[in-house]
């Protein structure tokens, strides 16, 4: 329990047996001293004579007075200390099984009795905050999990580049010198971006998918997409699939390249993985009033419209067939909704006649969205 809340409740419980003390003393003294002069009162109303036996005892009252209130005053207040002791040990008791139910079964509602309801008010807010805070700790315990499974996800692009481009250079010895020092360029560039990967993957604590920290520079579109497609030129040579390329040139664009590279290399990827060998991959970049959209397109099995609603979420996949080819997690398309929308843009699926197609909407000047 916090230590402020914890001060709070003892305050509360101290006042309150306080201020029922000094009540009850008040009245116990209200009582004594009402009846001691209301006594004298009637007594004075008469004559008395000394032959009456209730004379002497009142002339022997009267005599001892003051040491008799003295006496009845202590012992009044004796008994009201040692019966409000024993309320404040009972007190004491009671809320000590509370905050021992607050430790073991903190789903449960504290119940007190009436006299505590302000004592029971305050622990059971406390019980709501430590479940809120236990909730929190377990969500971001979760979110830093599925961030490690998401990476270990992500890894497999650049890795899957790497091995095509040195594959094409082992099995092609004839390529020119010019060739040979562009693919081993590539492969070099698609290792350094792995090393990053795996960099932000030791990183986990501080990047969280929930709260994506966006480094917003100007990127021309159009390249950033040529220059991805081109990095997939292996992977489409082994699937006998083509690009079919119609971009808008040079749309301008305000996001964050590395993050956004990421959102269109798990879209290509996934392209590949589902397309009918020897067929077309489709990318349309268009430009309209505030904003920017891509097109990924590509023939294949189509995907029904209850998995097709739910394709997007964490660790969904499809049929086994489709598990089959890809052996992954089923995050990619998760890892790039969250990329989207964290710029300000949305993404979505539609399939339809063996068609599979994916739309990313983007700001012009995407705002941090996170």
């Given at each position: 329990?916090?230590?402020?809340?914890?001060?709070?409740?003892?305050?509360?419980?101290?006042?309150?047996?306080?201020?029922?003390?000094?009540?009850?003393?008040?009245?116990?003294?209200?009582?004594l001293?009402?009846?001691?002069?209301?006594a004298?009162?009637?007594?004075?109303?008469?004559?008395?004579?000394?032959?009456?036996?209730?004379?002497?005892?009142l002339?022997?009252?009267?005599?001892?007075?003051?040491?008799?209130?003295?006496?009845?005053?202590?012992?009044g207040?004796?008994?009201?200390?040692?019966?409000?002791?024993?309320?404040?040990?009972?007190?004491?008791?009671t809320?000590?099984?509370?905050?021992?139910?607050?430790?073991?079964?903190?789903?449960?509602?504290?119940?007190?009795?009436d006299?505590?309801?302000?004592?029971?008010?305050?622990?059971?807010?406390?019980?709501?905050?430590?479940?809120?805070a236990?909730?929190?700790?377990?969500?971001?315990?979760?979110?830093?999990?599925?961030?490690?499974?998401y990476?270990?996800?992500?890894?497999?692009?650049?890795?899957?580049?790497?091995?095509g481009?040195?594959?094409?250079?082992?099995?092609?010895?004839?390529?020119?010198?010019?060739?040979?020092?562009?693919?081993?360029?590539?492969?070099?560039?698609?290792?350094?971006?792995?090393?990053g990967?795996?960099?932000?993957?030791?990183?986990i604590?501080?990047?969280?998918?929930?709260?994506?920290?966006?480094?917003?520079?100007?990127?021309?579109?159009?390249?950033?997409?040529?220059?991805?497609?081109?990095?997939?030129?292996?992977?489409l040579a082994?699937?006998?699939?083509?690009?079919?390329?119609?971009?808008t040139?040079?749309?301008?664009?305000?996001?964050d390249?590395?993050?956004?590279?990421?959102?269109?290399?798990?879209?290509f990827?996934?392209?590949?993985?589902?397309s009918?060998?020897?067929?077309?991959?489709?990318?349309?970049?268009?430009?309209?009033?505030?904003?920017?959209?891509?097109?990924?397109?590509?023939?294949?099995?189509?995907?029904?419209?209850?998995?097709?609603?739910?394709?997007?979420?964490?660790?969904f996949?499809?049929?086994?067939?489709?598990?089959?080819?890809?052996?992954?997690?089923?995050?990619?398309?998760?890892?790039?909704?969250?990329?989207?929308?964290?710029?300000?843009?949305?993404?979505?699926?539609?399939?339809?006649?063996?068609?599979v197609?994916?739309?990313?909407?983007?700001?012009?000047?995407?705002?941090?969205?996170?």
């Open positions: 329990m916090h230590n402020d809340r914890k001060r709070l409740i003892q305050s509360q419980l101290s006042r309150k047996l306080t201020m029922r003390f000094l009540l009850w003393t008040l009245a116990y003294l209200l009582v001293f009402g009846g001691y002069f209301m004298a009162f009637f007594c004075s109303q008469r004559t008395w004579y000394p032959a009456e036996p209730l004379y002497i005892i002339k022997c009252a009267e005599h001892f007075a003051p040491f008799l209130l003295v006496v009845l005053i202590f012992l207040v004796f008994f009201i200390t040692r019966r409000f002791l024993r309320l404040a040990l009972r007190y004491l008791d809320v000590t099984l509370a905050a021992e139910q607050l430790a073991t079964q903190p789903e449960a509602p504290i119940r007190l009795p006299a505590l309801h302000e004592t029971q008010m305050e622990l059971n807010l406390a019980r709501e905050h430590a479940l809120n236990a909730h929190q700790a377990k969500e971001a315990e979760q979110r830093k999990n599925d961030l490690v499974v990476l270990a996800h992500d890894l497999k692009t650049p890795l899957t580049s790497v091995i481009y040195l594959t094409l250079l082992r099995d092609e010895p004839d390529l020119s010198p010019a060739m040979r020092a562009k693919y081993t360029g590539i492969a070099l560039r698609k290792a350094e971006r792995l090393e990967l795996i960099n932000e993957f030791f990183e604590t501080r990047f969280n998918l929930a709260h994506l920290e966006l480094d917003l520079q100007p990127v021309n579109l159009t390249r950033l997409l040529e220059q991805s497609t081109f990095e997939f030129a292996p992977v082994e699937k006998q699939l083509t690009w079919r390329l119609q971009l040139p040079d749309v301008p664009l305000h996001c390249p590395d993050k956004l590279q990421r959102v269109f290399d798990n879209l990827r996934n392209a590949v993985n589902y009918y060998p020897g067929t077309e991959i489709s990318v349309c970049l268009t430009r309209y009033v505030g904003g920017v959209r891509v097109l990924v397109q590509n023939r294949g099995a189509t995907i029904p419209e209850e998995k097709l609603t739910r394709i997007f979420s964490q660790f996949r499809l049929d086994t067939a489709r598990r089959s080819d890809t052996g992954g997690a089923g995050l990619g398309l998760a890892i790039a909704k969250k990329i989207v929308e964290a710029h300000g843009g949305c993404i979505t699926a539609r399939s339809a006649d063996e068609t197609t994916f739309i990313v909407s983007l700001p012009e000047t995407c705002q941090k969205n996170v």
